[in-house]
């Protein structure tokens, strides 16, 4: 709200009042209104999960809350269910990263030539993006049923089960997460890719330089910084994904925590212990994302 | 920026003008989205006709409808005056105060005489026997199943059938015939499965396939009143029960494993299995020929006797309720007066809806109305239901838990997968202080 | 973009531009197949084989603005023959248009829930994007105490499950009123992508050198007018890749649509698969809801296509 106040004023008469801003002044205009914004919509949400966290609250009944300590935590870090759940989230959210961003980024490399129409071919390929999760896993679950699928139908694969079968059916909705959100990843990549200054790449040629000599030392370290920030949001996205793998499936093999935690906080209306539980995530992906702008941070000082 | 800062301004007033007020002469029913919903719009038209109240049907995709009623519910919220909701939650939401009760209207109108006694047993009842009633069975549902009348009908399935099996091959009276015909159409070779049944564990898909077996195996979920499980979800029967579901679905059409009422309306009208289970509710969608291409030679049968004689279905449909938070409880009681009318429910009925009312149930033109409505009118008589405990997600999820991974990829024995249920739903009740 | 010179060079364009065809083809299919079911008649959408040819119909898109209910036998021939052609050719799926204690024929909940994601979403940019913007430019031209522990934050607000925070945002957003209003959306969307935001276009402004800024400076200019004259050109770019994601994310929010609005303030995306619920789904009226709904995204992108390609333009004068 404040920054469009902020854009409204510059706009017109008061380019000489603001003349005289100082740096820090500005500094505290922009930045101010975001953190205060975010505490105001995040701190309530938090304190509300600390607190409730320690209790055996149930939103859907009308007893009282009664404080139970650290036992939430302690059964859910001893449930083996729960580690079956983190399991299969770890292996979730490795395979469709990785394939995210080998799609992803394979793609912008290529697109990141002469290639005729790429404004038209750049949009067509984000569509799968612009989708809603929820539509994309009805259709998905569509398009993978042996008998009125299209995907068995094109490859001749005659009725091979993709989502019935407990081996098989966490890719199937890794293969998913990949097609929607590879594009994701292509344009970011895309926006790194063409910054990479065209005199770097001859002076690589002059040298006599192999490609992936080239690839290593030139492209992917410009490059880096971006693609980083792509996978720091990729990586906390599938580590949460719900709607399509609820949607696809019905597999214990695919049950992520976020189904978990769902039926948890929703159908069972384990509130205290749900909240626990979304603690629990909240810590591991910190830690995991923590590692991640460490690393993003070492490689910009590069 | 002038112009973003414009389109915010056009944004702003266009909100304001999108903003209408709500008139006192309303009411808000929640209910989920599928066709009785249709039904129920389409009869509260004929209210605001003859009293100009407006009643609006509130629907959400059925996957959300749980979680978006207990949200509203939880914060008190007023936005629904009256909500149709799943028999499961008459315990969660009494015990938490979000319905208003209605035992007062209930033995006014004498209720209990005009409703089909299931009905009044399982949508409005809480706790068991308690005689407090907390919502008006609104539409009666049940498990049923639809066949393929020509692949019956086939002379030459009917001589192949006889061969083999030594009886005639007729629609199913028990859940032995049942799985002989299954077995029978089930040529995969030709794309043809026997038979398709529920096994979708994201909410009640699976729990309520299996609840027809073991109902009419002769079993039991437990003790409702006393909360004792053990030796009865893990009951031999209960164990027989498991074991035929789980043959079924060795019958099954290809990527079967979660599957709930729209695969199984496919599986007849694309040809997949000859025999399909089904809540009666989706079946208008069977009967007609836009629709179902095979709408001619559809046909429908109650769910089938166990071993022992036994005939029971799972129970589905919902009672309507008054929100304790509603701030026009007077005007939705005055509803519910115009609802429960004789005339209300036959004009119910005519719609579509199924009505819980027993006079229109037992009359000949409701029977004769559809190809299931008899089956239907059967079955309402002979409904068994899950566990009503406030506490029922848990044990549902529980059910799930231990029963899926063995009837679609035959983990463990059926007596290990009910023997950890008995002790999972004992842990549950001592949590909760149901049993000692 | 490198240039072709040699022989071998170009071989290996043409080459790439085969693969880029073949991927964008990979993508597209289900895409296409989804558009294909929204000019499908209902009884071709779920068929064992899978229907490739059709006659391709509009009737999908008369369904998915008209309030219908199933019919369990076909309307008689004078109910037909007087009906319009709209409304036959929602009889001949088997269903029939709902009217209102008045007779009027009643619209579906998409017309108005679409009007609604449009308002919301196209608000929650702006503030997210040029919220973002300010913020990024704060933290990468100024010395921040705690530049990152507060950048940080602003990266964990996006880490909490949602599913948890909906009951504590339900119930704040009812103190406060906020609850089924736009702006209750719009003020949601915003944070979400803030975090979004902020981390991208400060990526984007870290990489244009301060030297532009400063020799506007020097010219005197202020530090404002730098800001918005020089930086904000430069970083078109970021601003248009990080509007189009964020736009994406706002416009199919689903949960927070879902718990948080009742009549009011309703987007589409929780009523495209409410047809689900029908004992038959019409999956034609699904993918009709669905393509409309890609469409102002689509052309969104397609318009901004140019700045999303420009990459980072300042490349040739990197250090």
């Known amino acids: ?69 650290l036992q939430n935590y302690r059964e859910l870090l001893n449930d083996p269910f729960i580690w079956t759940n983190f399991a299969i989230t770890a292996k979730y959210v490795i395979v469709s990263v990785t394939g995210q961003v080998l799609v992803g980024f394979g793609t912008a490399m290529l697109l990141n030539r002469d290639i005729p129409f790429k404004g038209l071919l750049t949009t067509l390929l984000l569509l799968p993006m612009m989708l809603s999760m929820a539509v994309v896993g009805l259709f998905w679950k569509l398009l993978y049923d042996p008998s009125f699928g299209i995907i068995n139908y094109a490859l001749g694969l005659g009725s091979f089960e993709w989502l019935s079968n407990p081996q098989m059916a966490l890719y199937a909705v890794a293969i998913t997460d990949i097609w929607m959100w590879s594009p994701f990843v292509m344009l970011l990549s895309l926006a790194g890719l063409s ?42 996205e599938a580590f949460k994904t719900f709607d399509i793998a609820y949607i696809l499936t019905s597999q214990p093999t695919t049950e992520v925590i976020s189904i978990r935690l769902y039926k948890m906080a929703f159908q069972e209306w384990q509130t205290g212990r749900s909240c626990a539980l979304a603690y629990i995530v909240l810590v591991m992906v910190l830690a995991i994302t923590n590692i991640y702008v460490k690393y993003l941070n070492k490689v910009k000082e590069r | 920026m002038r112009k973003k800062v414009t389109g915010l301004l056009a944004g702003i007033s266009l909100m304001f003008a999108c903003g209408t007020t709500v008139q006192a002469q309303e009411l808000t029913i929640f209910w989920a989205e599928w066709d009785p919903a249709n039904y129920l719009q389409e009869l509260v038209n004929e209210y605001e006709a003859e009293t100009g109240v407006k009643v609006t049907v509130e629907t959400t995709p059925w996957q959300d409808f749980q979680t978006k009623a207990f ?125 398709a049944i529920y096994t979708d564990n994201s909410y009640d898909g699976l729990v309520m396939g299996v609840e027809n077996a073991i109902f009419s195996f002769g079993g039991e979920l437990g003790d409702y009143a006393t909360y004792k499980v053990d030796g009865i979800i893990n009951s031999d029967q209960n164990v027989k029960a498991l074991e035929a579901y789980r043959e079924l679905y060795g019958f099954t059409p290809p990527g079967w494993a979660k599957s709930f009422f729209v695969e199984n309306n496919q599986a007849i009208t694309e040809n997949l299995a000859a025999m399909s289970m089904n809540y009666f509710a989706f079946f208008p969608a069977l009967v007609n020929e836009a629709s179902n291409p095979n709408a001619k030679v559809t046909g429908f049968f109650a769910n089938p006797a166990g071993p022992g004689g036994d ?126 | 973009m490198a240039a072709v010179r040699t022989p071998s060079e170009k071989a290996l364009n043409r080459l790439a531009i085969a ?110 994007v040029s919220m973002g913007t300010l913020t990024a430019y704060g933290f990468s031209r100024f010395r921040v105490k705690g530049e990152a522990d507060l950048l940080f934050f602003i990266l964990s607000t996006r880490m909490l499950p949602p599913v948890v925070v909906a009951i504590p945002m339900f119930l704040m957003y009812r103190a406060v009123g906020l609850n089924d209003t736009h702006w209750g959306l719009i003020l949601l969307y915003t944070a979400f992508n803030l975090s979004f935001s902020v981390w991208l276009m400060k990526g984007f402004i870290d990489e244009i050198p301060k030297e532009y800024e400063e020799a506007a400076l020097v010219d005197g200019y202020t530090r404002m007018e730098a800001f918005f004259k020089i930086v904000l050109p430069e970083a078109a770019t970021g601003i248009a890749a990080t509007a189009v994601f964020c ?18 303030a309703q987007t589409a995306p929780p009523f495209i698969p409410s047809q689900v619920g029908s004992g038959l789904p019409d999956w034609t009226v699904i993918a009709a809801g669905t393509v409309l709904f890609l469409l102002p995204v689509a052309i969104f992108t397609f318009l901004l296509r140019n700045h999303l390609l420009r990459g980072m333009s300042f490349g040739a004068i990197r250090k």
């Open chain 3, 247 to 264: 736009f994406i994310t706002a416009w199919n929010e689903y949960a927070f649509a879902l718990i948080m609005t009742n009549r009011r």
């Open chain 1, 195 to 236: 910054a990479v200054p065209k005199h770097l790449y001859e002076a690589a040629a002059i040298d006599r330089a192999g490609p992936f000599y080239t690839f290593f030392r030139i492209t992917l370290p410009l490059v880096a910084p971006i693609l980083m920030i792509a996978i720091i949001f990729r990586t906390m």
């Open chain 3, 19 to 128: 693969a880029v065809i073949v991927i964008t083809l990979i993508f597209l299919a289900p895409i296409y197949w989804i558009t294909a079911t929204a000019f499908k008649p209902r009884n071709l959408a779920t068929t064992a084989p899978p229907t490739i040819v059709f006659q391709p119909e509009i009737s999908p898109f008369v369904k998915l603005f008209t309030k219908r209910s199933q019919l369990r036998e076909p309307p008689s021939a004078e109910v037909y023959a007087a009906a319009p052609w709209w409304e036959r050719m929602v009889f001949d799926g088997g269903e029939k248009v709902v009217r209102d204690g008045k007779g009027q024929v009643q619209l579906s909940g998409y017309p108005s829930r679409f009007m609604n994601s449009l308002i919301i979403a196209i608000t929650s940019t702006i503030l997210a």
């Open chain 2, 71 to 195: 949200t509203e519910f939880n914060a008190k919220g007023s936005a629904y005056d009256m909500v149709v909701g799943d028999s499961q939650w008459i315990g969660a939401a009494s015990e938490a105060g979000h319905y208003v009760d209605l035992t007062d209207f209930f033995n006014k109108h004498k209720l209990n005489e005009v409703m089909a006694p299931a009905t009044v047993k399982y949508y409005s009842e809480y706790p068991s026997n308690s005689g407090k009633y907390w919502s008006i069975p609104a539409e009666g549902d049940a498990v049923g199943w639809s066949y393929r009348k020509d692949w019956f009908e086939d002379p030459k399935e009917m001589e192949a059938f006889k061969a083999k099996y030594g009886y005639d091959l007729a629609p199913p009276k028990t859940w032995k015939e049942m799985r002989d015909i299954a077995e029978f159409f089930h040529r995969p070779d030709e794309k043809r499965y026997g038979i």
């Open chain 2, 311 to 436: 005939q029971f279905a799972a129970l589905g449909g919902q009672g309507i309720s008054i929100v304790s938070y509603s701030e026009n409880q007077e005007e939705a009681m005055k509803f519910l007066e115009w609802f429960i009318k004789d005339e209300t429910q036959k004009r119910w009925a005519e719609l579509g809806g199924y009505t819980a009312s027993a006079k229109v149930l037992e009359s000949p033109e409701f029977q004769n109305a559809t190809p299931y409505n008899k089956a239907f009118y059967e079955t309402m008589f002979k409904v068994k239901d899950f566990w009503a405990a406030p506490e029922y997600a848990e044990l549902l999820i529980q059910m799930n838990q231990r029963i899926y991974p063995y009837v679609t990829a035959g983990q463990g024995t059926a007596k290990e997968a009910l023997d950890g249920l008995a002790e999972d739903w004992n842990n549950t009740f001592k949590k909760y202080g149901r049993t000692n």
């Open chain 1, 1 to 69: 709200m404040l920054a469009t106040a902020i854009m409204t004023s510059l706009n017109s008469q008061s380019r000489a009042a603001s003349r005289g801003m100082s740096d820090i002044k500005i500094r505290n205009l922009f930045i101010i209104p975001t953190i205060l914004f975010l505490i105001v919509f995040n701190i309530f949400p938090l304190i509300y999960s600390l607190g409730y966290s320690f209790t055996d609250f149930r939103a859907s009944t009308n007893a009282p809350a009664n404080f139970v300590g």
